[in-house]
């Protein structure tokens, strides 16, 4: 029964750090967007009802939550690992650490992939201003760029699962 117990615990725990990981990266991630939109400022097209500011948003935190339920994944193999040998010996205590240090690894590789993609569709499609349709509210545009976002967040997840396996 102490088993169920202590395991309850954990899961609480990973619960609790899922949580709180979770908003801080959709933070970072619409804070960098902002960045990255040049000069939109998506609140204001938000509110007037901008569906084509609102469909990148979307892929954006769709992005970042694949890049972290990735991450967070690492940090119940390292919570377990801790477990295992001791939490607070040095293995556990390494295990932690490396499992928090990818998961904050994943969310800035996933944030300068998306930069660099959108940059690179950008350069790509020479006769479109994809922040400028959007400003407008092309809906195509938005889901191009969507499109974009949730690719390279499938294929940056597909490397935060790998950074994890090999660390821990």
């Known amino acids: 029964m102490t088993m169920l117990w202590a395991n309850a615990i954990i899961g609480i725990i990973q619960l609790i750090i899922a949580i709180i990981l979770a908003v801080v990266a959709l933070y970072i991630g619409f804070s960098v967007l902002s960045r990255i939109t040049r000069g939109i400022d998506e609140e204001k097209e938000l509110a007037k009802g901008n569906v084509a500011v609102g469909i990148v948003i979307a892929a954006v935190f769709f992005a970042i939550a694949l890049v972290v339920q ?8 390292g919570i377990s690992t801790a477990l295992s040998v001791g939490l607070f010996s040095a293995d556990g205590i390494t295990a932690i650490v490396v499992a928090f240090v990818q998961l904050i690894l994943g969310i800035i590789l996933a944030v300068g992939a998306i930069y660099l993609a959108l940059w690179i569709l950008d350069k790509l499609t020479k006769g479109l201003h994809e922040f400028e349709e959007i400003r407008k509210g092309n809906v195509a545009v938005a889901l191009e760029m969507a499109g974009v976002i949730v690719a390279t967040a499938v294929i940056i997840q597909s490397g ?5 396996t090999a660390l821990l």
Do not use: A, D
């Open 160 to 164: 935060v699962i790998g950074i994890t």
């Open 70 to 77: 990735s991450g967070i994944s690492g940090i119940s193999v």
